[in-house]
T-cell receptor, first 115, second 113 residues
Framework: GENVEQHPSTLSVQEGDSAVIKCTYS??????FPWYKQELGKRPQLIID?????GEKKDQRIAVTLNKTAKHFSLHITETQPEDSAVYFC??????????????FGKGTHLIIQP | DVKVTQSSRYLVKRTGEKVFLECVQD?????MFWYRQDPGLGLRLIYF???????EKGDIPEGYSVSREKKERFSLILESASTNQTSMYLC????????????FGPGTRLTVT
């Protein structure tokens, strides 16, 4: 089955700086890669996703890049703000056209924004 | 607005008890999922279902079963609860559409003593 590795487990950055979280996956058949943000005591929520036919996707301060050959993908957050503090999870899945069959998640990155 | 609800936020059960966790979604989603979340391990898929009465094993199905008798409801069953099943359980749902977001419920924190 799929295995997703995520690094680092904790990331502390100064407010206004950029943050990068990296993930690798093992199953070359995976084609859907979402990122979820989970604030303390709340449910995970999708912040951005990318499919394997795209190399990069941006949404305001958030971007995701995918290197299908190397089987790794990364989340980039620019101009970090206090509300970006949360745990971020990457995930991978096969999506054969009927939605993901269930996501394999990384273990999470606790992002801390220092004022 | 998508709403996924779970029957309990907190549950305490004894070892050996049969436990039912219920999940209901109100957006006519075909796909439903059960995950467990443990510190340092992230979220792990237990079972999922893409239609009524259909079920597929996820990565960690041992010790669990599921039931989907109605489209909006997906139940997770612990036949004989054990202490290593103490965890946060999260339900999710999505449309059966490529790349559609999975919406999560608030979670049930289950403690087995």
């Amino acid at each position: 089955g799929e295995n997703v590795e995520q690094h680092p487990s904790t990331l502390s950055v100064q407010e206004g700086d950029s943050a990068v979280i990296k993930c690798t996956y093992s199953d070359s058949a995976s084609n859907y890669f979402p990122w979820y943000k989970q604030e303390l005591g709340k449910r995970p929520q999708l912040i951005i996703d990318i499919r394997s036919n795209v190399g990069e996707k941006k949404d305001q301060r958030i971007a995701v890049t995918l290197n299908k050959t190397a089987k790794h993908f990364s989340l980039h957050i620019t101009e970090t703000q206090p509300e970006d503090s949360a745990v971020y999870f990457c995930a991978a899945s096969r999506d054969s056209g009927g939605g993901a069959d269930g996501l394999t998640f990384g273990k999470g990155t606790h992002l801390i924004i220092q004022p | 607005d998508v709403k996924v609800t779970q029957s309990s936020r907190y549950l305490v059960k004894r070892t050996g008890e049969k436990v039912f966790l219920e999940c209901v979604q109100d957006m006519d989603h075909e796909n439903m999922f059960w995950y467990r979340q443990d510190p340092g391990l992230g979220l792990r898929l237990i079972y999922f279902s893409y239609d009524v009465k259909m079920k597929e094993k996820g990565d960690i199905p041992e010790g669990y079963s599921v039931s989907r008798e109605k489209k909006e409801r997906f139940s997770l069953i612990l036949e004989s609860a054990s202490t290593n099943q103490t965890s946060m359980y999260l339900c999710a749902s999505s449309l059966r559409v490529s790349g559609y977001e999975q919406y999560f419920g608030p979670g049930t924190r289950l403690t087995v003593t």
